[in-house]
């Protein structure tokens, strides 16, 4: 799942708890991007902007075998060390990083970051230091993890209203050929239904502040199902200069200077959903 803003507030408020929960003088994240490349986005103690926006490609330097073993990994200094590539050198001792930690961030069995936390000097870091990174981490975790399934829950939404406006879109295009007027009635009112569902002022009940004809509604649900001019023409069973003609008096009734503008100012008023 793609990373954004509100997940790189996850990354910089762990790496405030990281720093008060160890002691430790710079902490600093981010997570993966595509190519399982990870971006340091959030700096915490830094002094300069060596490592700001470094790109850390999984399998190289401390933070990159972080990502690619899914588990912590610990130098006591980083120059120096045989225990990891050296890519990345110029950036830490522009820094004047000697010991740093890193720790994974791993949401359903995949690493989506990583979090550091280093010294200015070559010493061991403790057993403690390390077990505050790994819950830092843990936090950011449960963070995205919810983030995820609000993500997941919204989409799904999405494609179930998606589904909602064809729907409403083929019962305007069937009810003109309907010939019983009763029937027509009825599927008419099931498409009211729809729009009361989206809370729109036409489903509701009360009378829409712009009034659309009901040609002029039929051809804005049909283009807000994606249909074209002339699929609409074929749907409604009009001409394509009709579509045009609806289409160019619903716009104007809607203050609209486009097809778009004019499907969602139908959907504000009410008369889809």
Same mark, same amino acid.
């Given at each position: ?18 720093? $008060? ?30 490592? $700001?926006?470094? *790109? ?98 919204? !989409? ?8 909602? $406006? ?56 049909? *283009? ?5 001019? !002339? ?35 139908? $959907? ?6």
């Amino acid at each position: 799942m793609t990373a954004d803003a509100s997940d790189a507030v996850e990354i910089r408020d762990a790496l405030l708890r990281l720093r $008060r929960a160890t002691g430790l003088p710079v902490a600093f994240g981010g997570l993966l991007e595509a190519g399982q490349r990870m971006r340091i986005s959030e700096l915490d103690g830094t002094a300069t902007h060596a490592l $700001r926006s470094l *790109v850390v490609t999984s399998g190289t330097g401390l933070g990159g075998k972080t990502v690619a073993l899914a588990r912590p990994c610990v130098v006591t200094d980083y120059s120096a060390s045989r225990q990891i590539s050296h890519e990345y050198d110029a950036a830490v001792a522009a820094e004047g990083l000697r010991s740093v930690l890193a720790v994974p961030v791993v949401v359903r069995h995949r690493v989506r970051g990583a979090l550091y936390g280093a010294l200015r000097t070559a010493q061991p870091l403790g057993g403690r230091m390390l077990d505050a990174a790994v819950e830092a981490a843990r936090d950011v975790e449960r963070a995205l993890a919810v983030r995820d399934e609000a993500r997941a829950l919204a !989409a799904e939404a999405g494609a179930g209203w998606e589904q909602v $406006r064809e729907a409403h879109a083929a019962l305007r295009a069937l009810a003109p050929r309907i010939a019983d007027p009763g029937l027509r009635a009825e599927l008419l009112q099931a498409c009211a239904l729809l729009t009361a569902d989206a809370g729109g002022a036409e489903g509701a009940g009360s009378p829409a502040r712009v009034r659309l004809a009901p040609r002029e509604v039929d051809v804005l649900a049909c *283009v807000a199902a994606g249909a074209t001019n !002339a699929v609409a023409a074929e749907r409604l069973g009009v001409t394509p200069e009709t579509v045009k003609g609806y289409l160019r008096s619903a716009m104007r009734k809607l203050r609209a200077r486009t097809r778009g503008e004019a499907v969602v100012a139908a $959907r504000r008023a009410g008369w889809l959903p």
